[in-house]
């Protein structure tokens, strides 16, 4: 007689269900490490060339050539992402709303597009790729390239594995599949309009040409003003009702919608390429309908793939203009790198934060069935305050201790300005409080990818899909993103009190910036009419980052999906407070006494 456990260890699925998701990601990387290796290469090219190679060495020409690129950038961007923003704004809020938010994103686009232009002649330059070499093996790009290459190897080990009958070890079944959804992202339809007229008494129906392949048809939707039928072959009278679709009389605002599972062996539209679909028309006069169609690969989970690759090669290439374009800043910067990392403090939360992470998958939470929202909650909490623990730490460290122990002062009697010591100093915090945040980001992706099996177990549930897993998985990376950019913020603000004050008061003040910062909506939006706590209020929401711009917790709790454009504009918010924070730092540290 079979155990419990037994019968529950044989329907526990295998590492394909939860580490497919993790493969996804790895994939991506592997992409953006390729796609970096070409773009270097295609930069080390043109630094052949002699005009291009010296073209960073003529200052005159530098700046004429960077801001007619950056010129060309803006346009691009504004083409892109200002027009469709300034449209979408002006239809939802008027001309008023969409000229300020206009405003506001070419405020952060005109220096952003500059700066890219810059970085790309820099790039271009002999002086870059004659450095490059120094560039990869030390500093923040040799252990952030250490992770991409990492995960490239678990991304080739998972598809050779997967394309080998060996279940019990593949990381991903059918890789080739799945690779071959990438190429048909381009053809992904939303809600695709497609409109006809049915004639009344058409018999077998009447056919209507469309080209769908069934595997990637995700939803149909109908506006008609009479009851119609639909099928994937002509309606005749003995034809199984299984295969009919019954369109009901809409009232052109809510559409009759056709969700489409090609697993059903019933389904009204078969498996495989569907050229024409029949519609019989039951109504008494013409019907006049409206299809939308909707369509998305196999496999759309892969459109994960080319979104992790942009980010690498950014990652990348933004490392390397930097190295360039600011030599100095990056000379600090490193320097900063390396002493922070090297900290024991620092390994201390590495691996701390590691372990809690772990942890998380088998604390019970009580929930009904939810824990996994109170995994994400907790565990994103302990990120984004450890990483901005270990931001103010590193800020403290390296600006406050050294102008005390007068190592500033030796620093400064170098070519080296005030300005860039203070700019290297916030790059070098960031890039190792970057590196922090991706390692623990890639143990948290593994951690809630896993969960959902690890529920199965205690639960016994039935079957976990790795597309679930992947679900949960990809709901949490907006958060990510945006409790960085938080601690972005804080970076920039840290350095900024570090020029003036010690470790104990940067840490005491950030703490109650990072207090305020979260209760300034309910401060503002308080109803008490008495005047100092109103006054109060919008003080501290004027002085005061509002942090709760950077929280999603209540939306990644509830299942609520966080848009592209709320991201975009956190960013920018993110990088005005983080400039006007460093303006502040540079002039606090302008006429301090380092003597």
């Keep these: 007689m079979f155990s ?15 580490l497919t998701p993790i493969w996804l990601v790895s994939v991506g990387v592997l992409a953006g490490v390729v796609g970096s290796a070409i773009v270097v290469g295609l930069f080390w090219l043109l630094s052949r060339v002699s005009f291009i190679g010296n073209l960073y060495e003529d200052k005159t020409a530098r700046y004429r050539v960077s801001l007619g690129i950056g010129a060309v950038v803006l346009v691009v961007l504004t083409a892109l992402i200002v027009v469709p923003q300034w449209r979408a704004t002006q239809a939802a809020e008027g001309s008023g709303a969409a000229l300020t938010s206009t405003a506001v994103m070419l405020l952060a686009f005109i220096p952003g ?9 820099a790039l271009a330059s002999r002086r870059a790729m004659g450095s490059l070499t120094e560039s990869i093996s030390e500093g ?19 598809f050779v594995l997967g394309m080998m009958d060996l279940p019990s070890v593949q990381f991903v079944r059918a890789p080739d599949r799945k690779l071959e959804s990438i190429l048909r992202l381009q053809y992904a339809k939303s809600a695709e309009p497609v409109e006809f007229e049915i004639p009344a008494d058409n018999g077998t129906g ?4 469309v080209s769908i392949d069934s595997k990637e048809l995700k939803l149909l939707q109908f506006f008609s003003d009479q009851r119609i039928e639909m099928a994937a072959e002509p309606i005749e009278n003995d034809l199984d009702t299984s295969r009919i679709f019954p369109i009901a009389e809409s009232d052109g605002k809510e559409p009759v919608n056709y969700y489409h599972f090609s697993t ?3 389904s009204p539209i078969t498996e495989g390429t569907i050229k024409q679909l029949y519609f019989r028309n039951l109504g008494d006069g013409p019907a006049h309908v409206r299809m939308l169609v909707t369509t998305q690969p196999e496999y759309p989970e892969v459109a994960i793939i080319p979104q992790t690759a942009f980010w690498v090669l950014a990652v990348i290439l933004i490392y390397l203009m930097q190295r360039t374009a600011l030599p100095q800043i990056s000379a600090i910067a490193l320097s900063t790198f390396k002493t922070e990392t090297a900290q024991p403090v620092y390994s201390l939360f590495l691996i701390l934060g590691t372990l809690f992470a772990v942890a998380s998958i088998f604390i019970p939470y009580y929930t009904f069935d939810e824990d996994i929202k109170m995994l994400k909650d907790a565990v994103l909490t302990v990120m984004l305050v450890a990483s901005i623990f ?11 201790e050294e102008i005390e122990g007068r190592t500033s002062l030796t620093v400064l009697s170098k070519p080296i300005g005030r300005r860039d010591f203070i700019i290297g100093k916030f790059l070098g915090v960031v890039w190792s409080t970057g590196l922090l945040y991706v390692v623990l980001t890639v143990v948290f992706l593994v951690v809630v990818s896993f969960k959902p099996v690890y529920d199965m177990r205690e639960t016994q549930a039935s079957e976990v899909l790795w597309q679930q897993c992947f679900a949960e998985m990809a709901s949490i990376i907006p958060a990510l993103v945006l409790a960085f950019m938080e601690v972005v913020v804080f970076v920039a603000i840290s350095v900024a009190v570090s020029t003036r004050l010690p470790i104990m008061a940067n840490l005491l003040l950030c703490f109650s910036v990072y207090l305020l910062g979260h209760l300034t909506p309910l401060i503002v939006q308080s109803n008490i ?8 209020g919008q003080f501290v929401a004027t002085i005061v980052p509002v942090l709760d711009h950077f929280n999603v917790q209540a939306a990644l709790t509830g299942g609520r999906e966080v848009p592209l454009a709320y991201l975009g504009w956190a960013s920018i918010y993110c990088f005005l407070y983080a400039g006007i924070a460093l303006l502040l730092a540079l002039l606090l540290f302008e006429d301090r006494d380092l003597a």
Excluded: C, H, R
């Design 390 to 400: 270990m931001a103010v730490w590193a800020a403290s460290k390296s600006i406050a």
């Design 4 to 18: 419990t456990d037994l019968l529950l260890a044989q329907s526990t699925p295998g590492p394909s269900t939860w």
């Design 140 to 158: 923040a790009l040799y252990w952030f390239g250490a992770v991409f290459i990492g995960l490239s190897v678990f991304a080739i080990t998972g």
């Design 206 to 209: 009447t056919a209507i040409d």
């Design 264 to 266: 059903y062996d019933n």
């Design 113 to 121: 597009s500059a700066a890219i232009g810059f970085g790309i002649v």
């Design 529 to 536: 009419a008495f005047e100092p706590v109103v006054f109060f």
